[in-house]
């Protein structure tokens, strides 16, 4: 990660895909183009990716990954291997609360045994992709600690569709 950041700026490139696999890099950087050099292999060290910009910042950072993944970000993780953090259901139907999701869905997302499963109840009824990819960038954010480096967050489905956004980089 430290070198593809060291990489990145010494390119003088000012945007960076930080990804969590390939999938999510490929969606993103369809959206954007970038070199091969601006794409940075973050997998599941968000939290160390963060950590080095904030002394070696780049402009602009897209971060792309699947809601699971980003789900344990918003919630505070730092890693996001399924060995190190958990997606916490009762975390999740809170926020499907705020968002004014029905009891019963309510209910269903407490005692889903998955991320993909929680997409399935809410999909059509509230837009927690979206809260989710806000909540994760608020985090990011929060990590970096005041570098100067303007964050996005994309959430990609499994097949490589944008599903969740925050942030908005021109580019």
């Known amino acids: 990660i430290h070198r593809g950041i060291d990489v990145c700026r010494a390119n003088g490139l000012i945007h960076a895909i930080a990804a969590t696999g390939s999938t999510s890099e490929d969606a993103a950087n369809a959206l954007y183009k970038l070199p091969l050099e601006a794409l940075l292999d973050m997998g599941d060290f968000a939290g160390g990716l963060l950590k080095y910009l904030r002394t070696h910042p780049i402009d602009h950072l897209t971060l792309a990954g699947g809601f699971a993944k980003f789900t344990k970000l918003a919630q505070g993780a730092m890693d996001l291997h399924s060995g190190r953090s958990q997606v916490d259901m009762d975390w999740l139907a809170e926020r499907a609360a705020e968002l004014g999701l029905d009891d019963e869905s309510i209910a269903s997302v407490r005692a889903a045994n998955t991320a993909l499963e929680v997409l399935e109840i809410t999909s059509g009824k509230i837009d927690l992709p979206a809260h989710i990819a806000h909540l994760a960038r608020e985090q990011a954010i929060a990590i970096?600690?005041?570098?100067?480096?303007?964050?996005?967050?994309?959430?990609?489905?499994?097949?490589?569709?944008?599903?969740?956004?925050?942030?908005?980089?021109?580019?």
Request: charged content about 30%.
């Open 144 to 171: 970096l600690r005041g570098a100067p480096v303007e964050v996005e967050v994309l959430i990609f489905s499994r097949e490589g569709k944008l599903i969740g956004r925050a942030g908005r980089i021109d580019g």
